[in-house]
């Protein structure tokens, strides 16, 4: 997993200051997003198969999933060495971005190795 390069917020002030906010560079805020995405659709399919093998059924697998994706987030800002705001426009990308399809790999490798590994 790779954070690409600071977004740059400008450093340079003008003398008109009215405007005082950072400018990001979109190509790099997309690679990131893209790792966002990546990070948590992978570590949702291991999850998923690990929640499988486990045999957690009902509500202990969704707890298992959330605990997997709070710890990616956490993971994520430290690889961002927990200056989010250099590398994305606001905490939400980190936090939540990819959260619902990470869901549905989930479920879907989940209730996959449960069948495999507890009914056959």
């Known amino acids: 997993m790779a954070i690409n390069g600071e ?3 400008d450093e ?3 003398s ?3 405007n005082d906010l950072p400018i990001f560079n979109a ?3 997309q690679t990131n997003m893209k790792v966002i995405y990546y990070s948590r659709t992978f570590l949702s399919i291991i999850g998923g198969v690990v929640a499988g093998i486990l045999g957690l059924t ?3 697998g969704f707890i298992f999933y959330f605990l997997i994706m709070a710890i990616t987030s956490i993971g994520l800002a430290a690889k961002a060495k927990f200056s989010v705001h250099s590398y994305f426009d ?3 990308r980190i936090i939540l971005d990819g959260f619902l399809s ?3 790999s989930f479920v879907l490798f989940w209730t996959f190795a449960y ?3 507890h009914i056959f």
Do not use: P, Q
């Open 16 to 18: 008109d200051a009215s």
């Open 27 to 29: 190509e790099n805020l």
């Open 58 to 60: 009902g509500l202990m």
């Open 12 to 14: 340079n002030k003008s």
């Open 7 to 9: 977004l740059g917020a």
């Open 102 to 104: 990470g869901l549905m």
């Open 115 to 117: 069948d495999i590994i």
């Open 90 to 92: 606001c905490w939400n």
